[in-house]
């Protein structure tokens, strides 16, 4: 069937259980398993002691480069069947790593738990719960991306006006929430502790050549540590808004959406197609849609520069005073603690030189406001 002219066609509304998204947690699981079944259980004891297991030197102290084969054949099978890399990564370290206490209770940080823990005490606590919340707070912001594509698809610019003013409020609650980093996870313990952790095969010094999954691969695989760049909420507002990032922020921002999970993945990916929200913003000449539209770039930028802020704090000062032997980090981080990974300090978990590439990806988001 033919089109009319200047027309094209019209791609079906976004839908939030197409892409196992949730009305009320967003990118989060929702209700995430607290036990596997019980040919899991060995996995699963293993788990629940893991940091006692790290500091008592129980659990192999050096991987080798190899993963025995017992361990990386069904990592590597339920890798593939959830269609993740066979490695920690922002969704199962956050997104489906969260319990409430009280199951009738709210999801305030009091209220909630990690399933799975690792080293790092109540500052690994804090890292996941405060990156839960960031992730709770932009679930407004996923659903008026949602509204707002319906809205220029209807040419309702009521509607789309309303959708942007709920995405720049919950850009703004993501960066309060973000805030509370501060109160929850000491820094010399996320530097010298929780990093190594989330610190992947690719790109690390410690290990060029990736690691080996006996059984799967005779040559050594690399892949990307865990890293706030996975989490699928600001790729989706980057697409919406229509900020292009350049160069190797680019390619490695696209190289962190193989680890997500697909769905999601496709959510921005469907996004990506929908019609441009800038261009109708241009070409409607409404002053009102287009500062709208520029306190959703600010937003977004204003977030960009305080995770900067997070990070000068938790890496760089927090490398500076374990360089001096200031460091003291208690919080059950282990007798390992004092021993900073020099090799990291200017690299983020997910291999990324962290601060020129936080910077460049702030500054070209600050770019995508549109001149009145």
Known sequence: METGEGMEETPLPLALTRFQLSEEYGFLLPHPLTELPAPYGPWMEIAHDLP?????????????????RNLAI???EVSQALGLPPIL???DFVLANWRRKDPNGSLEIENLDTIISLPGGESLRGFILVTF???KAAVPGIKAIVRAIRAILQLDEETLHQALQELAE??????????????YVDPAVFYAVIRIFLSGWKDNPAMPQGLVYEGVSEEPMAYSGGSAAQSTVLHAFDEFLGIRHSGESNAFLHRMRDYMPPPHRAFVEEIRRAPSLKQHVLSSGDAGLCAAFNRCVSALADFRSYHITIVTKYITIAAAKAKAG????GDGAGPSAGKPPSA???????GSHIFSFLKSVRDTTREGTISV
């Open 52 to 68: 006692q297991l790290i500091a008592s030197r129980r659990l192999r102290s050096q991987v080798h480069q190899v993963l025995p």
């Open 344 to 350: 990291l300090e200017t690299k983020g978990t997910g």
């Open 74 to 76: 069904p990592f590597w």
């Open 326 to 329: 200031r460091a003291e980090p």
């Open 89 to 91: 990564s922002h969704a």
């Open 170 to 183: 919950a850009i703004g609650d993501m960066s309060k929430a973000l805030k509370r980093m501060h109160d």
């Open 133 to 135: 919340l960031v992730e």
